[in-house]
């Protein structure tokens, strides 16, 4: 297994702004090789800009990731340490607003792109002897919350996934991590309400009055919630878990993660719903 940081190679998505931006400069100075990717072209070229070797890297198009995957190799002779799952974004609405094809839009990026990308490393990392594996995925991967049903499931979704690769690759060099952020300081929020705006019919809709308030919470510049921590809280778990000889296979990120995996583990099913219900504001928040 490589030691030397220099020799490190790792391919991050979603780098544009927010947590992958953040960790692609912080491991730079770490002295990682970093190959940073965009869906966007414009952001592809700010970051080449900053030095980055940036690709480009659209999670929702398979050709887009086989290109993507096949540069970076191409760069590295072949050899990838380190992969940082860590593109997506969240849909708004209520279920019951929810339309096939904005669940699909939402797992294509959320989960099947990043399951097509893992998919093409894991061969390059058995053949080396090594790697790291990280995704980043949310408290919303263990407990729900109202409006947030379609982020949810496809965090569960990844939950499940990752849970299952892990076994799966038992005996191996290739070590599987989990991040669960809470509210992190990003461009999260915007994006949300640019999807919630796109996809959701207010109008018809039963949850009419409490989008309302949610569209200010989405519209709120700053902190929207208690507890936001800025995106190098993310990446102090991502240098952990890179360089551990034994990583975690689960790293919580802020108070709110820690207090509902406990809650999760002591409340019956109905009281934690009581106890997300009034958090939420009965999901005004």
């Known amino acids: 297994m490589t030691t030397n940081l ?3 190679t790792i391919l991050i998505t979603g780098c544009s702004t927010g ?3 953040c960790v692609a400069h912080g491991l730079r100075e770490r002295g990682y090789r970093v190959f940073a990717t965009a869906r966007q072209s414009a952001d592809v070229a700010s970051l080449q800009s900053e030095g980055f070797e940036s690709v480009l890297l659209d999670l929702d198009d398979s050709v887009s990731i086989q290109k993507a995957v096949a540069s970076v190799l191409s760069r590295s002779g072949g050899n990838l ?9 969240g849909q708004p609405g209520a279920v019951e607003d929810l339309g096939r094809d904005v669940i699909r839009r939402q797992f294509e990026t959320n989960v099947f792109g990043w399951l097509e990308l893992t998919n093409l490393v894991i ?3 058995r053949r080396q002897g090594y790697g790291r594996i990280i995704f980043n995925s949310s408290v919303l991967g263990f407990v729900a919350m109202p409006y947030r049903g379609c982020y949810n499931a496809s965090k569960y979704a990844i939950e499940g996934l990752v849970d299952t690769l892990r076994l799966e ?4 060099e290739i070590k599987i991590s989990l991040i669960q952020p809470g ?14 705006k796109a996809n959701i019919d207010m109008a018809p809709s039963a949850h009419r009055d409490n989008y309302v308030t949610m569209e200010a919470r989405l519209r709120k510049e700053g902190a929207a919630v208690p507890f ?3 995106p190098d809280a993310v990446l102090k778990r991502v240098v952990h878990a890179l360089e551990s000889k034994r990583p975690r296979i689960k790293y919580r990120v802020t108070f709110p993660t820690y207090l509902f995996s406990v809650l999760r583990r002591i ?8 106890v997300l219900l009034k958090l939420s504001g009965d999901g005004r928040r």
Do not use: C
């Open 6 to 8: 220099q020799e490190r």
């Open 19 to 21: 947590i992958g931006r």
């Open 81 to 89: 340490y380190a992969l940082f799952n860590n593109g997506a974004y």
């Open 123 to 125: 061969p390059v990392m």
């Open 169 to 172: 690759l038992a005996g191996t």
């Open 183 to 196: 509210p992190i300081k990003s461009a999260f929020r915007r994006n949300a309400y640019q999807a919630f």
């Open 228 to 230: 936001t921590l800025p």
């Open 267 to 274: 409340l019956p099913d109905r009281w934690l719903d009581q």
